[in-house]
């Protein structure tokens, strides 16, 4: 089974997340920046980790933004998620891309995996990457909490390896 961590970062603390989840995961998982990777090269592993910060009003990182999704083949794929936001500044939309990324994975047919992360410990108003009472991937606040970041990532890799 091959494995690629495909990241969109614009301040680097999505990189910095992403490489602490390749460190966790194993050296032989690939680390695909979405800004400098093509699609082919993408649909050509077995399970996706795709990870992005939001920005502007709940958006996409700008280069998932950019980037042509439709041209992902995820159809029967494992595909997890993790997502940055900053629950104090924009706790209203807190991870919201990430949330973007699961709807678009869904509906290409992919296979979700690492959801069902817990609300609990987090301090926001909305987010549309909660679906039934829990996040679709790893949520992290680099901004107000980053001394959590390293149990959270070690606690999300133990539940996402029980499903690869």
């Known amino acids: 089974m091959s494995i690629a961590i495909v990241y969109g970062s614009t301040g680097g603390n ?24 093509e699609a082919d090269t993408i649909n050509g592993y077995d399970t996706l980790i795709l990870g992005t910060s939001t920005w502007y009003d709940g958006e996409l990182q700008d280069d998932w933004d950019s980037f042509k999704f439709d041209s992902l083949e995820l159809e029967g794929k494992k595909v997890a998620f ?14 919201n891309g990430m949330g973007i990324l699961y709807e678009r994975s ?14 609990d410990g987090y301090d926001f108003e909305a987010s549309d990457a909660v679906v039934n009472g829990a996040f679709v991937g790893l949520a992290i606040d680099e901004d107000n909490e980053d001394e959590l970041t390293d149990q959270r990532i070690e606690e ?3 539940s996402l390896k029980t499903q690869l």
């Open 82 to 95: 993790f997502g940055l936001g900053d629950q104090q500044g924009y706790g209203h939309e807190f991870c």
């Open 156 to 158: 999300w890799i133990q």
């Open 14 to 37: 999505t990189e910095v997340v992403a490489k602490k989840i390749q460190s966790a995961l194993g050296s032989d998982v690939a680390l695909l920046d979405i800004g400098d990777t």
């Open 106 to 119: 869904k509906q290409k047919g992919a296979i979700i995996i690492g959801d069902n992360w817990p609300t």
